[in-house]
């Protein structure tokens, strides 16, 4: 539908246009302008067709945009400064500066710099879809993962193929696509990259998602994924017929939890490579617990009004049940959260459950002091339990925007011990493996931890970034006199 666009100025430019939306990213000759024009045209009435058109091109202005920073990606990839030569070879630093600069994970760096050197090598009639709007990001990172290590004879007349339908297709459909000429083209090759495929089978890391929900992912060979998949939709069938009200998902999800359980209990039997047998220890997961989230089990215990009791009580007019000797009443009390290890926060009723035992370990914390511990420099290694304070204080690899569990991390001097650096909880710091032997290799710099609990942390290109603590530290008095003492067994003590 035509629409017009009458002269308009922003930051110093005139744009006349008419014509359908979709030919603004067209006539304005970058993705920059059409963003220019667009932002005006918000403003203006229109109807479903015209907001749908400038729906698709915004969304050709963002891939033009992804395309180029691809490129930058690439081309900072390539800069010598940030490779850096470690005891075992080298280790590259751009993954980690794009990600630390762009506040992204170390997985969606990765991505932008495989499709940025994809588009600026063999693959570049990709750079140009993704450049002119005709592909996504994801359309492109499609590409370059199903053909970045297949010979270029094979590779590129795929490419051509796939690019034709790609505008039409979506991400997982342009993915089937790929693989399916794959085989036909080159069986004998696709069976060699199957079997190679298959040494990266693997269950992903749990990814926290909300309310106390986690998502995992598993990686495996077809057969054995609808292996796994036949088998849960067989424990639904089974419960579905003796009546049970649960949903075929729910059931799915309960019966490979089962499975977990169990094997967290009592152990799980595997072959090994070589075909000897072994049984795994049974483990246990830990479970941090502020001293006043168990103190709510306690029978007759009146913890003070929370923030939402009192903003409502503000609200409303009434006033809080507050207690005379709890400070910060006026502005309620903030509970902190027991944290899951590896995972993050969890709500008070759900900690106290698992602080019953079994699987979990309780761990019981004094959220009013935290006094540092310090062994001097007696000894490199830490002890077990100033590593597990610094395990329990870190929570997280302290790199900016890395998430990877403390309890998988190593727990690195900041100022090396050699140097002079005490093996204290002040100057021990958890980094993941990755990230430690960045700084190893003086591809990063820790900061010490603030008294606040920031802590900043140098790139190899020497940004520095900062790493916040978990929440705000407390601002209130000691109103909870509860003795640890209360809390011996299992709740409700």
């Not at 920059?32 to 915004?58: C, G």
């Not at 900690?351 to 310090?374: K, M, N, Y």
């Amino acid at each position: 539908m035509p629409i017009e666009i009458h002269e308009f100025h922003r930051n110093g430019v005139s744009v006349f246009e008419c014509g359908t939306v979709e030919h603004l990213m067209d006539a304005s000759g970058s993705g920059a302008q059409a963003i220019v024009m667009l932002e005006n045209f918000a403003d203006r009435a229109a109807n479903e067709d015209a907001l749908l058109a400038s729906i698709r091109t915004a969304a050709r202005a963002e891939a033009h945009a992804a395309g180029l920073k691809s490129r930058y990606a690439a081309r900072l990839a390539a800069a010598e400064r940030l490779t850096f030569a470690t005891h075992t070879g080298t280790v590259d630093a751009a993954t980690e500066e794009i990600a630390l600069a762009l506040r992204v994970t170390r997985i969606e760096a990765e991505r932008l710099l495989a499709v940025g050197r994809a588009i600026t090598g063999p693959f570049w009639a990709t750079g140009e879809s993704l450049d002119a709007g005709r592909i996504t990001f994801a359309k492109a990172w499609v590409i370059a993962d199903c053909l970045g290590d297949v010979a270029l004879p094979v590779a590129l007349p795929i490419e051509a193929k796939a690019l034709e339908r790609a505008p039409e297709r979506t991400s997982a459909e342009l993915r089937r696509d790929i693989e399916r000429m794959l085989i036909e083209v080159d069986p004998d090759a696709a069976d060699d990259r199957a079997t190679a495929a298959r040494d990266k089978r693997t269950v992903g890391r749990v990814r926290p998602a909300r309310d106390g929900m986690a998502r995992m992912s598993v990686f495996l060979p077809a057969p054995d994924a609808m292996i796994l998949d036949g088998a849960l939709d067989a424990a639904a069938t089974a419960a579905h017929a003796v009546g049970d009200e649960r949903t075929t998902g729910q059931v799915r999800a309960d019966a490979l939890t089962a499975w977990a359980v169990a094997a967290a209990r009592n152990g799980t039997t595997l072959t090994t490579t070589g075909g000897e047998t072994v049984t795994s220890i049974p483990v246990k997961v830990a479970v941090t617990i502020p001293l006043e989230v168990l103190a709510r089990a306690i029978p007759g215990f009146t913890p003070p009004p929370t923030i939402a009791q009192v903003l409502h009580a503000q609200l409303t007019g009434d006033d809080p049940d507050t207690d005379a000797g709890a400070s910060g009443a006026a502005e309620g009390h903030r509970t902190e959260a027991p944290w899951l290890e590896g995972y993050g926060p969890l709500t008070p009723a759900v900690a106290r459950l698992l602080a019953a035992g079994g699987t979990w370990r309780r761990i019981v914390t004094d959220t009013l002091t935290g006094a540092p511990l310090d062994v001097g420099r007696t000894r490199y290694t830490p002890p077990a339990h100033l590593a597990t304070l610094v395990r329990l204080r870190d929570r997280t690899c302290v790199r900016p925007g890395c998430s990877v569990p403390a309890h998988r991390c190593d727990r690195d001097h900041v100022h090396d011990w050699a140097a002079g650096g005490r093996t204290s909880a002040a100057n021990l710091a958890s980094q993941c493996p990755r990230d430690h032997a960045l700084k190893t290799a003086g591809a990063a710099t820790p900061g010490p931890l603030l008294p606040d609990g920031t802590r900043t942390w140098t790139s190899a290109l020497g940004h520095t970034y900062t790493r916040p603590p978990e929440r705000e530290p407390r601002r209130r008095g000691g109103a909870l006199a509860v003795s640890a003492d209360r809390f011996e067994g299992p709740p409700p003590f």
